[in-house]
């Protein structure tokens, strides 16, 4: 079923930003962008979903390798003794030494699942031949995996689940723009402006569609 996904402003990246947007998805691909009447117009037994903010590219995760083989996520039922963010460095070697199979793959699924609540919808890869459960994993998650030098500087220190904390803006961070017949790989973030999603505020991300299927959705 075809469905437009429709927000106060589509930001395509590479074009013009379009108030009062939407985009139309059919499958997994876009089969039409522009404003929201036009588009409407155009398919009018469509369903349609309305989202806050801004509507943007799907956005890609420079640091997927060490959020996936250097941090734990912990699990829901752990949050009172790990907390809830990733644990990173010696907190993560201590608890490596004793870490099975199971629980590995456990937090590999948990940071990709909340990869996708930050908007995520490409990983910098190569996932390498020597960690085929890990390949697999993100396999299954349909995330889709680039190889290709990134255009924001990869940082050191803590990597973040949010892709712009790297520093980069939407046009470095998107996974590429948004065109008609493109994969329809998108992020929405009830923020007010495009500058609203720099800086220290926050950047909550209310939906993320990969590959046309609503993935995550906040609300």
């Known amino acids: 079923m075809l469905t437009i996904h429709a927000a106060p402003l589509v930001l395509p990246v590479g074009a013009a930003a379009v108030a009062d947007g939407a985009v139309a998805v059919d499958g997994d691909r876009i089969a039409a962008l522009g404003p929201y009447a036009e588009v409407a117009a155009a398919h009018p037994a469509a369903r349609v979903r ?3 903010g801004l509507l943007t590219p799907g956005l890609r995760q420079d640091r997927a390798r060490e959020l996936l083989t250097r941090c734990y996520h912990p699990d829901p039922r752990e949050a009172d003794e790990l907390g809830e963010l990733p644990l990173w ?3 993560f070697e201590r608890l490596a030494v004793a870490m099975d199979t199971a ?3 456990g937090s590999v699924r948990r940071g990709l699942q ?5 908007g995520t919808t490409h990983l910098a890869g190569p996932f390498g031949a020597d960690d ?4 697999t994993a993100v396999a299954r998650s349909g995330l889709v995996v680039r190889i290709a030098p990134s255009p924001v500087p990869i940082g050191e220190g803590v990597p973040d689940l949010d ?6 803006d939407l046009a470095r961070t998107a996974h590429g723009p948004l065109t008609v017949g493109g994969r329809a790989d998108l ?7 495009e500058a609203a999603l720099y800086g220290g505020g926050p950047r909550p991300c209310v939906a993320t569609v990969l590959a046309g299927r609503l993935v995550h959705r906040a609300r």
């Open 50 to 52: 309305r989202w806050p």
């Open 89 to 91: 460095g010696e907190e």
């Open 103 to 105: 629980r590995r793959a």
């Open 114 to 118: 909340r990869m996708l609540r930050h």
């Open 132 to 135: 085929p459960a890990l390949r």
């Open 163 to 168: 892709p712009f904390a790297a520093g980069g």
């Open 187 to 193: 992020a929405v973030f009830d923020v007010p402006d």
